[in-house]
């Protein structure tokens, strides 16, 4: 059963002087744009005159460029190659004020890359064609050394967060030294597919596809997800666990609490969900690590959750972009379930 609870005012805590420390896979986000008048005669394709490129930070480097955006204090920890690309990010990181003694350059593997043609008719919105993915997993001597310099990154850091794409910089390989360092401050996990391996860290970040697979069936209905989220929230030994549902809101189970259900925050229908997940942990993060309060974290990020989906490609929301959306608003209704 649903029970309604008051309306409550939010606010952002200042999260300036927190250092949080981000581990996994940092990626770059190129966006090429062009236009599109015809279709190829060598294939049913459409020829794109090229206009313009730029990269973005994604995946771990998302999450890092939205906490800066918050005002934290950012320590990256990841592999790049010895390319062009890995010299890009580096750059892009240091542009934005990420600390990036922890990313480590490795000869032999290529810089993951994820590269997004958008094109479309003169006068008209880009809309992408294709993505093509780049990049190589690092090896166990790879792993060995990101262990080293998350040791080194976390020291008198306010949390860890882990953002597992799967491409090896964060893997199943590193949960047990996140397990030992949840005793001592908040760790945060998302893990497109390795959550299971996650256990005794503070909270972990799946959407719905994520939660199912981690339950191994399907939740066809609000019940099932609540009771997967429960059995994970157990299993996993975790404090708590933040369920994405893109319009369907988000639940937050936490340990000895009721599950929390919150709706959709902002328009229903999302303009673009890229990179919307790191937003969410970013901010779940930088709150948690400041006033260890999950709900506060929950409703904060999932205002933010709804800002990030109304802008277009890999992008951030800024601390004075919540503030001006918290103004004379609730964040989203919120309600217990028994």
């Known amino acids: 059963m649903l029970v309604s609870r008051p309306r409550m005012r939010l606010t952002l805590p200042d999260l300036r002087g927190l250092t949080i420390a981000v581990v996994g896979d940092y990626v770059a986000d190129e966006y090429v744009y062009g236009e599109t008048e015809r279709i190829s005669r060598e294939a049913p394709v459409p020829i ?9 930070l994604g995946a771990a480097g998302n999450v890092a460029s939205n906490l800066r955006a918050l005002g934290v204090g950012v320590r990256a920890v990841g592999m790049l190659g010895g390319d062009a690309w890995g010299r890009a990010l580096r750059r892009a990181c240091r542009a934005a004020g990420i600390d990036v003694r922890g990313l480590l350059v490795e000869s032999g593997i290529d810089t993951p890359v994820k590269t997004r043609v958008l094109a479309g008719a003169l006068q008209t919105s880009r809309q992408q064609l294709l993505r093509l993915d780049r990049g190589s997993a690092i090896d166990g001597a790879g792993a060995r050394r990101l262990e080293g310099a998350v040791r080194k990154a976390v020291r008198g850091a306010d949390a860890l967060v882990v953002s597992d794409y799967g491409i090896g910089n964060a893997g199943a390989w590193i949960a047990p030294l996140c397990a030992r360092l949840a005793r001592s401050m908040p760790v945060c996990v998302d893990s497109r597919y390795g959550l299971a391996a996650f256990r005794g860290v503070t909270l972990i970040k799946p959407n719905a596809a994520e939660l199912a697979a981690l339950a191994g069936d399907g939740l066809a209905t609000p019940i099932d997800v609540l009771r997967a989220g429960r059995n994970a929230l157990r299993r996993q030994r975790l404090e708590a666990l933040l369920v994405t549902r893109g319009r369907d809101g988000m639940v937050l189970f936490e340990r000895g609490s009721r599950p929390t259900t919150l709706q959709v925050s902002g328009p229903p229908e999302a303009v673009d969900v890229t990179g919307a997940g790191d937003t ?16 506060l974290a929950a409703r904060l990020a999932n205002v933010a959750g709804g800002l990030v989906v109304q802008k277009r490609g890999t992008a951030v929301v800024s601390a004075q972009d919540i503030e001006e959306a918290l103004e004379g608003s609730d964040g989203g209704w919120e309600a217990s379930v028994r």
Do not use: I, N, P, Q
Not at 48 to 56: A, D, G, L, P, Q
Not at 280 to 295: H, M, P, R
């Open 280 to 295: 969410v942990l970013a901010v779940a993060a930088a709150v948690l690590a400041k006033t260890g309060d999950f709900k």
């Open 48 to 56: 794109v005159r090229y206009e313009r490129s730029e990269m973005k």
